[in-house]
Nanobody, 123 residues
Framework: EVQVAESGGGSVQAGGSLRLSCVASGFSFGDYAVGWFRQAPGKEREFVSA????????YYGEFMKDQFTISGDNAQKTIFLQMTNLKPDDTAVYFC????????????????WGQGTQVTASS
């Protein structure tokens, strides 16, 4: 069974940093795209970042590349999202996602979702 599980959320002051982790089981990163979405209250899920393990290519949502960095450890089956200079607008539930057939900027493009981890940045 394919599963992804996030951790590392929390509360920070504006300008602070957090690193999220996502552990995968049931599949090899080499065969999948893995990434992150977020959902703020009252808003749709928003693409944050993705990595294609077989090529090393990374992708980011609009305006996110300056704040967020995706990386991972295939041996540990773990990906990370390093978040810096967090703002109140970054407050959301962050979801780890995986898919065997590629990546996309829409939530419907991804088959496997974690439960989410809350990130709160306060001013």
């Amino acid at each position: 069974e394919v599963q992804v599980a996030e951790s590392g959320g929390g509360s920070v002051q504006a300008g602070g940093s957090l690193r999220l982790s996502c552990v995968a089981s049931g599949f090899s990163f080499g065969d999948y795209a893995v990434g992150w979405f977020r959902q703020a209250p009252g808003k749709e899920r928003e693409f944050v970042s993705a990595i294609i393990w077989s090529t090393g290519n990374t992708y980011y949502g609009e305006f996110m590349k300056d704040q967020f960095t995706i990386s991972g450890d295939n041996a540990q089956k773990t990906i990370f999202l390093q978040m810096t200079n967090l703002k109140p607008d970054d407050t959301a539930v962050y979801f780890c996602v995986g898919d065997p057939s590629g990546w996309g900027r829409r939530a419907v493009n991804w088959d496997y979702w974690g439960q989410g981890t809350q990130v709160t940045a306060s001013s």
